[in-house]
């Protein structure tokens, strides 16, 4: 049904533009034509630009990609209101999914996917050269499970030029992670003006406050040198859309604890799902200048740090009375680093080759820790525990060296052959340092022990990569672009992939292009490494190393690389004046998918397994002996999963004379993800799964199959209004409410979301912007009643969740803010 519907959608908004065109060609004819102005101010650009994204040749535009690229460019990304590059992609992007909510460390470090698959699946590259990935790994359940990609919050948009997405496998050019796709973030080189803006804003119904200031300059500090320079501070403050704690309201407990009722915000103590808060701060730099000898210099580099706080589940009185006789919400805090330096020479030789010589350096550090909290046995041991720990570091760096060589042959073809070739070297590494001990004595810091050391340890990877590239027209309108690519990793051998992209221009009106591919991506060492203890009132999980001997006794010896197939067929029309209309059909498919297992019960489930308690022994954990549930969760390549999906993208514009001009815009997403096989799980946890029904939905009915995005950004004189209209349809999870005996669906239904901002440009340096994300404050459909009642039944803590954390427009309503654009 949805398939009909996208299809009866895209062809309506085709049918319409062409109507709007031709309707507006005699109005054309007798007024003053506009100046063109770029399809971008209406969010997506198709015409135009010169792209280097998903080609090795120089000079190729937009409208001539043989592959499908969307390109925004900064006033669109800055026009959702929020300073944040992941938001403002997501907005824009349909087959670009946001995660809205996310559960413990996930809170601080939300990220995105693309296409439905991992968000490790898509390569971020800036200025081309490619993004380091977060120390944090996303490690609870849920469809953004596994994240460890690059963090889009440390580039500030004050500092970007244009983003072009390239949605398609580009493994054999990039190599590892771009199986979904790659996003580019091209920088602005600006050598001259002052530029920046003043936001703020928050929830409708509370919370989510937010202060945003940002500014660019640029400067040329000799001659034929730019330097760009850019700032950004941002605060975002807690919010709370939770539901009353079972446990806090049952009146045998309150009979028992009276005093809960005197405890600050009473009965809403369990403040668990919400907004983290935080504050961050992020500079970046953009650098350049001629060497003089047909060769220039160039440097970028980004660097922010962050400071935030999640609030953990609520404890009662009775857990820790001496300490905490109203109970006590821990805080989990989070200190973070993240920066990058790439510097690099390119020029020309004799002959006509081209070379770029590069290095790119990133780390991330982050640095965990619980506050408001306790250690329950080291203080009923020693008489004292500290109420603030430090829980421990992740840190990831990355380490790329690139050279590229191009050089264009005559062969009397319709156009030169393109032949490029490149050699990469790249070394990851990955370290957790342990918690203090205060934080992992016996079962650790209430709501976040602190890591053990089993859990610490420092790994890294080594990797050498080359690839070549050949792309012409051996004929007229015939494109040819061929691409393959040897890897050799330290840690599991070697890849080789390659790449296929052909288009045909029939004629200016109609185009055909199509692309097949294989590709890879190895497991980040984050996945292959991370372990911890997770813990709730009710639980306590040990996440295991898949690399871990507690690991093997469950049958699991590490990790190895995903592999995948992608076809993708497409046609590009420009079927009027100034209409253009693009709609690619895709299929990825990938065998060893690494994913998080479901939930696998020692203790307190409906199936119980005596090989993850003795896992659980062999890793070190000593658990809290109060809570009802015990387990495990690991990574592992469980599945092989197809994902076939449409994308169009349609843009057209209306000129009204003296009452302005408006540009349309249409951009769709269909995507259906299929597990088509699930790894037979180890004889050691049988009878359980290795993917319970939980586990299967986050992979194919968690997002909306489909995505509408309608856009209007009409301009006249001084005021700009930008409507967006996003249409998403349905979306489920499973769960088990009784530790995966019975499960139940939680469904949220169509949802359609309403994005207005308006602006007025007072004169040429100062423009005010007032606007609302989801303007008419739409909430997603509820938990599962059923789920609820049995949560409240039990007093399990995690009745408190009333709105789902997979919602693709959030759990927090509307957000409504103000703008101070300012340019000199």
Known sequence: MLKATLTKTAAAVAILMLQSAYAQEAQLAMADPAPALPNAEAGLTTTGVVIVTGTRASGLKVENSASPIQVLDSASLNRTGQADLRQALGQNLPSFTIQAFGSDMAAMTLSARLRGLSPNNTLVLVNGKRRHGTANLAVLGGAFQGAAAADLNYIPLAAIDHVEVLQDGAAAQYGTDAIAGVINIILKSNSSGLSGNLNGGGYYDGGGHTG???????????????????????????????????RVADPATLAAQPQLTRAPGYPYLNRIQGDAQYRQHVAAMNFGFDLGTSA??????????????????????????????????????????????????????????????????????????????????????????????????????????????????????????????????????????????????????????????????????????????????????????????????????????????????????????????????????????????????????????????????????GLKPEKSTNLSAGIVLNPAPGVTVTLDAYQIKIRDRIVGSGALYGSGGAVNSPAVTAAILANGNVLDPTVVETGINIFSNAIDTRSRGLELVATTSSNYGAWGRVDWSAAANYNQVKVMKINQAPLQLQPQLLLDQTAISDIETASPKMRLNLGALWKAGAWTVNLREALYGSSSEMQSPDGGGTYYKTGIGKLAVTDLEVAYKFNSNWTLALGANNLFNKYPDGINPEVLAIQRANLDNSAVTIYPSFSPIGINGGYYYARANFKF
């Not at 040198?225 to 704690?245: P, W």
């Not at 080594?462 to 004929?475: G, L, R």
């Not at 999980?541 to 871990?548: G, I, R």
Request: overall charge negative.
């Open 212 to 246: 945003n200031g940002s500014a660019n300059i640029g400067l040329s500090p000799f001659e034929t040198a730019y330097l760009s320079l850019t700032a950004e501070t941002k605060y975002h403050g807690f919010s709370n859309r939770g539901g009353i704690d079972p």
């Open 296 to 557: 220039s210099f160039y440097s970028f580099a980004t660097y922010g740090e962050k400071d935030a706080r999640a609030y953990e589940n609520y404890r009662m009185p009775s857990r820790v009375p001496r300490a905490y006789p109203l109970g006590f919400s821990p805080l989990e805090t989070f200190d973070e680093k993240d920066y990058a330096l790439t510097a690099g020479v390119k020029g020309s030789l004799g002959g006509g080759w081209k070379w770029d010589l590069s290095s790119t350096y990133g780390k991330d550090v982050t640095r965990i820790g619980v506050d408001h909290s306790v250690n329950v046995s080291l203080l009923a041991d020693t008489g004292f525990s500290p109420t603030t720990f430090a829980a421990g570091q992740f840190k990831a760096s990355q380490w790329t060296n690139n050279l590229d060589l191009s050089r264009e042959f005559d062969l009397g073809w319709a156009a030169p052959l393109n032949f490029a070739i490149g050699l990469e070297q790249r070394r990851d590494t990955y370290e957790i340092v342990a918690g203090d001990p205060a934080s992992r004595y016996k079962e650790g810091s209430q709501s976040y022990p602190g890591f053990l050391l089993t859990d610490a340890g420092k790994h890294d990877r080594d990797n050498e990569a080359f690839y070549v590239n050949v792309s012409s027209q051996p004929i007229k309108d015939l494109t040819v672009d061929l691409a393959a690519r040897y890897e050799h990793f330290s840690d599991f051998g070697n890849a080789k992939v390659g790449k296929l992209t052909s288009r045909y221009d029939f004629s200016p009106a109609f185009a055909l292009r199509g692309t097949v591919s294989n590709g890879f991506r190895a497991p980040t060492l984050a996945e292959s490494y991370y372990s911890a203890t997770n813990v709730s009132p009710r639980s306590a999980f040990v996440q295991l190393a898949p690399n871990s001997p507690g690991a093997r006794l469950v049958g699991i010896d």
